[in-house]
């Protein structure tokens, strides 16, 4: 347990004593106090991540489709977030295992993988009619651990015991939240926060802390590191920063993993909200030219596709159709075709020979029968930064 020098985020209060005692940190209210403090450092990521976020979200808006950028980057996501938390599947896990028709027969990883979409989707389609709101973020939690193995963990509830990060007990825990009397009361306080209008306050940096503040609380026993950082997205899209859901961090915080808690602990530990968000800002700024480029790149190799395409004169109808699947579906087998455009299985196998041979699909299975098929420069693309597909 760390010892606390600064209490400008919160407190240290010893819950139990004796050989196995053990202090829960209870968080003061946001916003800190003494004031965040703008110093030159702050203000120029601050500035450079509101940029970076704002033509992101203008080029979203000029994709002939921004959807189907949409459809696999929010995949990218979900994997990234779950393998935090010591998920394994992969992306290819996930498409190929997302088309089976019995849920229950998907390995467990995948589910929970599939699930952080469902709860995603979920709170951005209820955010149109509901406020940004203790009720919203269990009605995410509730479909996050729907059917998972942390399912008996209590989906939609916060929690009514003590729960620690680190160690085999609170006794030697790297982190101990607060305890479970106080979390109804901390939950509270964060969602007096995100609703007051009358903060001025920049929704980047109002995201920054939330985040960090629901992660000290901790409020439920499973899935608080992917509903919280879920939880940055909703806050931009409700303050209208963003248009759609183009921001995700985890592949910041994974690949500074490390640097990622020690920030977290440093706020607890020495009041340095500046320090987190500092490290947060840069995530922004980084993650968002990664997202602009990658539709950008996607912009160009749909167009030289399509001009591929559109050379196959008569057979370019239904080859289209497929090109159009293909960036929803980037892995695909004939049946899978046939299925999802409704054609024939000859017509379904010439489509997907069309594609091999200019080269947009490539063969990855190696079988005679049902194989596989890939997008692989699109997949590449959405991958970029991740080193386990």
């Not at 530990?269 to 320090?275: K, T």
């Not at 990855?364 to 970029?384: M, N, P, T, V």
Request: aromatic residues 10%; hydrophobic residues 40%; neutral net charge.
């Amino acid at each position: 347990m760390f010892k606390q020098v600064f209490d400008r985020a919160g407190n240290l209060v010893i819950q139990q004593r004796g050989p196995d005692g053990f202090s829960a940190f209870i968080p003061k209210k946001l916003p800190p106090d003494p004031p965040l403090h703008y110093d030159d450092q702050l203000l120029e990521l601050l500035d450079k991540a509101r940029g970076a976020l704002g033509r992101l979200d203008g080029a979203a808006s000029v994709l002939p489709n921004p959807d189907l950028f949409l459809f696999m980057y929010v995949r990218k996501e979900a994997v990234l977030s779950s393998q935090i938390e010591g998920t394994q599947a992969s992306l290819t896990d996930l498409i190929e295992y997302e088309d089976m028709d019995n849920y229950k027969s998907k390995p467990d990883d995948v589910r929970e993988v599939s699930n952080y979409i469902k709860a995603m989707d979920y709170g951005i389609e209820r955010l149109k009619t509901l406020p940004l709101s203790l009720r919203l973020i269990r009605e995410i939690h509730d479909k996050l651990l729907a059917g998972t193995r942390g399912g008996y963990k209590s989906p939609g509830s916060f929690r009514t015991t003590q729960n620690w990060i680190g160690g085999t007990g609170p006794s030697d825990a790297r982190f101990v939240p607060p305890p479970p009397q106080e979390v109804m009361n901390d939950m509270g306080d964060l969602e007096l926060f995100l609703q007051n209008k009358d903060l001025r306050m920049p929704a980047l940096i109002k995201a920054g802390l939330a985040h960090a503040q629901f992660e000290t609380i901790h409020p439920f026993l499973d899935g608080n590191g992917r509903v919280g950082r879920l939880l940055i997205t909703l806050i931009l899209i409700h303050e209208e920063v963003l248009g759609k859901p183009l921001l995700y961090l985890s592949l910041y915080f994974k690949k500074y993993r490390d640097e990622y808690y020690e920030r977290l602990n440093a706020i607890r530990r020495d009041g340095d909200w500046e320090g987190w968000l500092k490290f947060y800002l840069q995530g922004v700024n980084e993650i968002s030219l990664q997202a602009l480029e990658a539709a950008r790149a996607i912009l160009s190799l749909r167009e030289t596709h399509r001009t591929k395409i559109m050379q196959l004169g008569r057979a370019a109808g239904s080859a289209m159709q497929l090109f159009d699947l293909i960036f929803k579906k980037p892995m695909v087998t004939v049946n899978l075709v046939s299925r999802e455009l409704s054609l024939s299985a000859p017509a379904a196998r010439k489509a997907v020979t069309n594609l091999e041979q200019l080269g947009i699909l490539k063969e990855i299975s190696g079988k005679q029968r049902d194989r596989q098929y890939l997008y692989k420069q699109y997949f590449d693309i959405i991958l970029s930064g991740i080193d386990d597909y």
